[in-house]
Nanobody, 125 residues
Framework: HVQLVESGGGSVQAGGSLRLSCVASGYWSNSNCMAWFRRPSGREREGVAA???????YYKDSVKDRFTVSRDNAKNSFYLQMNQPTPEDTAMYYC????????????????????WGQGTQVTVS
């Protein structure tokens, strides 16, 4: 069983910064592709950023050059640095571990394949 726990969400002013963290525990493998998804209120879930086991990353176009995804395998941790957020980035953010996928493939996941955290709310005003 794998457990993912997100933290770091909250309220932030547009143009500020916020760092989300996700810590994995349980039967964990650092070979997993890790991804951040978000669900704005009343809208469908969308992939935001992903990083594979080799450190290759992929981003949703609207966050490219503002958000940075990273991982620390020694700590079983995974991060999303959000710089210059806008109100359009307001959403519930989820981390996910997606075995066997590339970072590009991960952002296209539409099911609950793999392992998912409970989410952390980010509100940008």
């Amino acid at each position: 069983h794998v457990q993912l726990v997100e933290s770091g969400g909250g309220s932030v002013q547009a143009g500020g910064s916020l760092r989300l963290s996700c810590v994995a525990s349980g039967y964990w493998s650092n070979s997993n592709c890790m991804a951040w998804f978000r669900r704005p209120s009343g809208r469908e879930r969308e992939g935001v950023a992903a990083i594979d086991a080799d450190g290759r990353s992929y981003y949703k176009d609207s966050v490219k050059d503002r958000f940075t995804v990273s991982r620390d395998n020694a700590k079983n941790s995974f991060y999303l640095q959000m710089n210059q957020p806008t109100p359009e980035d307001t959403a519930m953010y989820y981390c996910a571990a997606l075995p066997g996928l590339s970072a590009f493939q991960a952002l296209g996941v539409r099911t609950y394949f793999g392992h998912w955290g409970q989410g952390t709310q980010v509100t940008v005003s």
